[in-house]
């Protein structure tokens, strides 16, 4: 035994384990920083431990990340039913999920689907973040995710989204991201983001709807908020649900467009507030379109142009119809705008080395 300050002999029977004599509120808070197989780990410590995660406020799900916590059967598809038993056991014994604050799932294989109909929540829950990525689009994703008030932040891959009129209304929401997402038509797409009204950040990639791919509908949302779009589509097929997208956005600061030509920014002013623009168009893109864009975007103070060799060669295949003094002037300004932040770089670079005498 050890002596205390006072001389006194000290049990380590007692003072050995601190952490257990804190009050339960702080033990769950400091298992909500872990992830959750670790979180969960620590039940087979004592009885008392033994359902202290089941009231964690962060879910954090990765079957990439739980290797070495099963028994290892040198089959991958062992590993993954193992994960999928585990998220299953996990949503089933927490003790109330409306209390979470982030829920975060990762699953990497199409083994064994995960049931996501075990996630209940309601309008009230204190849910402010969800990222959920699976692959192939093999589930659905609830519906009472469509209604949740303090949820912030959305991200989502791989799920099918389905959306009834009048049923997405995410009052919080500020930023909305989705890859290779498919709806059931093309207007769960647009319910769904019109039903944001304070949205700051929207990430579209290769999102698609196979019963729709040769209809075009129109989505138009005024997105007052919005600061950061991102569209990027597919090459290898028309997977756009939207054909035009027409985003009412004053307070745009950053606009990114990566194969995808169907974006018409509403009103005939330039954005005042726009920083930067990427613009890589497709081949086979609309001109008339791309120069009205151009026009609005001219404020930007960085500007990237990844196909201008493409709209140059329209141009002359078409000089026709479409070439005119105002364009002329708008592809020139473009390439002159690239070209002197390219030489303000290299005279910066220049100006900030130190050559020896």
Known sequence: MMRTDQGKLADPRIDGDRLSSLPDEILTHILSSLQTKYAVSTSV????????????SIIDLDNQSLDGLFSD????????????????????????????????????????????????????????????????????????????????????????????????????????????????????????????????????????????????????ASLPFLKNLTIIGNLNMETMLVRPVVIEAARLEHLQLENFDWLEIAGNCPL?????????????????????????????????????????KQFALNNQAFLSPRVIWLIRAGLLICFRLFCQMLSNNFKSQSFPS
């Open 73 to 220: 059967r040198g089959v991958q598809e062992a590993r993954d039913l193992e994960f999928s038993r585990f998220v299953r056991r996990v949503l089933s014994k927490h003790k109330n999920l409306n209390s979470l604050m982030r829920f975060h799932l990762a699953y990497c294989s199409n083994v064994r689907p995960i049931c996501l109909s075990k996630i209940e929540l309601n309008a009230a829950s204190q849910l402010e973040e969800i990222v959920i990525k699976l692959p192939y689009r093999m589930r659905k994703l609830p519906r009472s995710f469509y209604t949740l008030k303090n949820l912030k932040v959305l991200k989502l891959s791989g799920l099918k989204i389905i959306t009834a009129q009048g049923s997405v209304f995410l009052p919080s929401l500020k930023v909305l991201e989705l890859w290779r997402v498919e709806t059931v038509n093309g207007k769960a797409l647009s319910r769904l983001i019109t039903g944001c009204p304070v949205l700051e950040t929207v990430h579209l990639e290769e999102c698609y709807c196979p019963s729709e791919l040769n209809r075009k509908h129109k989505l138009t």
């Open 45 to 56: 410590l004592s009885r008392r431990w033994k359902d202290l995660w089941t009231r964690v």
């Open 272 to 312: 005042s507030c726009l920083e930067s623009a990427r613009l890589g168009m497709r081949e086979e893109g609309e001109i008339r379109s791309l120069i009205d864009l151009l026009a609005q975007v001219s404020n930007a103070k960085q500007m990237w142009l990844s196909s201008m060799t493409m709209v140059t």
